[in-house]
């Protein structure tokens, strides 16, 4: 059973989503996917959604390494009557760098002490 909606979304919907300023997917229960202008650079850029989806459970997420690069990947349910999910994916925070702009702060207090 294929989902029709799925192949033609509304031209709204389609302009809702890339009103996002990260990369959204929308995957329903068949793995019929709806992205955004963002995700789709993403997946022109070899990012496979539905490799890393798979084993995310609903209101979850997980770092992925694409690129070099650390991301959050999360799962959110839109809705349980549409059996379909809304993913995001956001740049993780580099830890060492926020520890130095931490230290450099402390640094900066401890000084006026």
Not at 58 to 78: E, N, P, R, V, W
Not at 91 to 100: A, C, G, Q, S, V
Request: proline share 3%; net charge positive; aromatic share 10%.
């Amino acid at each position: 059973m294929e989902n029709q909606d799925f192949r033609n979304p509304s031209k709204l919907f389609v302009a809702f989503l890339d009103s996002f300023n990260q990369p959204m997917w929308i995957i329903d229960k068949f793995g019929n996917i709806l992205m955004n202008e963002q995700a789709k650079e993403y997946s022109k850029m070899g990012f496979d959604i539905l490799s890393n989806a798979k084993d995310l459970s609903l209101t979850c997420s997980k770092t992925i390494i694409h690129f070099g690069k650390q991301f959050k990947l999360f799962k959110k349910d839109i809705n349980h009557g549409t059996n379909s999910c809304v993913f995001t994916l956001e740049p993780e925070e580099d830890t060492i760098n926020r520890l130095k702009e931490s230290s450099r702060k402390l640094k900066n207090v401890l000084r006026t002490i």
